[in-house]
């Protein structure tokens, strides 16, 4: 009887695999179990941060806040049309993250470009807040990937069509088709608006 010898299976072979940082991001990377129903989200997130985060347009937040920085809160109110007097004591002190952000592990920021929501407050460079938290319902404004492309638009439906909703007249709406891919990736909850 002849005993035949296999090649041995597994294991590292020289010169096989990819490259280490010969990934699109130019690291190494790591293998992580995902939901299925989480898929296209985390697909179309990682797309974006290869776009976009290298250029500095999006700011994340860490799961946790190191530290809080507490700014004096008046406790009088500012006049819009005539001037009142000034109250001369501080009502209490006030941290914007308290303010702003209601859950950090599901919160980012993004910057915007564009004028197509201006009648919701939203100029360019404008930084919003988006929380991943809240339920992405009609009304709300939201940050979305449209073919892999982010905008901010306010959700809108007529009928069984969704419609991303413009702001500006000068802008149309978004009739979100069939082919059209579309995530949602958070509601708008604040905008940081420098004067």
Request: aromatic residues 6%.
């Amino acid at each position: 009887m002849i005993e035949t010898i296999k090649p041995k299976r597994g294991g590292s072979r020289p010169g096989a695999g990819r490259k280490k940082g010969s990934s699109v991001y130019g690291e190494t990377t790591k293998a992580i179990r995902v939901p299925e129903s989480m898929m296209p989200e985390v697909k179309a997130m990682l797309s974006y941060r290869k776009q976009v985060f290298e250029n500095s347009s999006v700011i994340s937040l860490p799961s946790a806040i190191p530290s809080h920085i507490e700014i004096p809160l008046f406790s009088g109110k500012v006049a819009a049309g005539f001037p009142s007097p000034a109250d001369d004591y501080i009502e209490k002190t006030l941290d914007l993250n308290d303010l702003l952000i209601q859950k950090p592990a599901a919160t980012f920021f993004v910057r915007a470009e564009g004028e197509s929501m201006l009648g919701a407050g939203i100029h360019p460079n404008d930084i919003l807040v988006v929380d991943r938290s809240i339920d992405p319902v009609v009304g709300k404004v939201v940050i979305c990937a449209l073919n892999g492309e982010l905008t901010v638009k306010r959700l809108k439906s007529i009928g069984n069509e969704i419609i991303l909703g413009a702001e500006n007249p000068a802008y149309s709406d978004i009739t979100v088709q069939e082919e059209i891919d579309l995530v949602i990736w958070g509601v708008v909850t604040n905008v940081i608006h420098s004067l």
